[in-house]
């Protein structure tokens, strides 16, 4: 069975400039998380989305959004990047809502110049 | 004051060695905690939950102490494989699914 899938894997993109991140979950899992996890942090949450509704943010600025499609897969949207949002960017995907059962998948790395 | 803390790194320790991970919650409210494991450059992956009674898997014991607002992860006889981050993780039902990691710390065991 596939995992969760994130794409792209690496990315480079330059301040005030906008990026989308995707995330597929593992087949029958209806929740997807986000999570930023700078350098010698641990993963700071972003967002949850269950059943294609927001049930979770994170105290992140309002130039993050998320949403969740209807077969499950998510889009992370970050504009008027800053340097400081360089981060490996991180999708996690659960059954349900709860905080068990989650797993990770290997993240985007975003880099901003 | 972060709602999850552990203790800084890093641990350097030589195979077969005992090595023992602290970390401390603020929320009371929290019902959920967990060790997670990230290598280098990856992902977390789960290691094991926590559960109030302490709980064992192989060469890892996890122990949780709600008063204390205190977990903690034991790892015996280190191998060199076990070398990594080890995050405290820590949820509550109120938040949903929100997971609250701690900054991680990071194990390096020599041969």
């Known amino acids: 069975d596939a995992g969760v899938t994130q794409s792209p894997t690496h990315l480079i993109k330059t301040r005030g400039q906008q990026v989308t991140l995707r995330c597929s979950p593992i087949?029958?899992?209806?929740?997807v998380s986000w999570y930023q996890q700078v350098l010698g942090q641990g993963p700071q949450f972003i967002f949850q989305y269950y059943e294609k509704e927001e049930r979770g943010r994170g105290n992140f600025p309002d130039r993050f959004s998320a949403r969740q499609f209807p077969n499950y897969s998510s889009e992370l949207n970050v504009n008027a990047l800053l340097l400081g949002d360089s981060a490996l960017y991180l999708c996690?995907?659960?059954?349900?809502?709860?905080?068990?059962?989650?797993?990770f998948g290997s993240g985007t790395r975003l880099t901003v110049v | 004051r972060k709602e999850v803390e552990q203790d800084p790194g890093p641990f350097n320790v030589p195979e077969g060695a005992t090595v023992a991970f602290n970390c401390t919650y603020s929320n009371s409210a929290s019902q959920s905690f967990f060790w997670y494991r990230q290598d280098c450059r990856k992902e977390p992956k789960l290691l094991m939950s926590?559960?109030?009674s302490g709980n064992e898997d192989g060469r890892f014991t996890a122990q949780l102490n709600r008063a204390s607002q205190y977990i903690s992860l034991l790892i015996r006889d280190s191998k060199l494989s076990d070398s990594a981050t080890y995050l405290c993780v820590v949820n509550n039902p109120n938040q949903g699914g929100k997971l609250i990691f701690g900054q991680g710390t990071e194990l390096s065991v020599k041969p």
């Open positions: 996690a995907s659960s059954p349900l809502g709860g905080g068990y059962g989650y797993t």
């Open positions: 087949s029958g899992h209806k929740s």
């Open positions: 926590v559960y109030s």
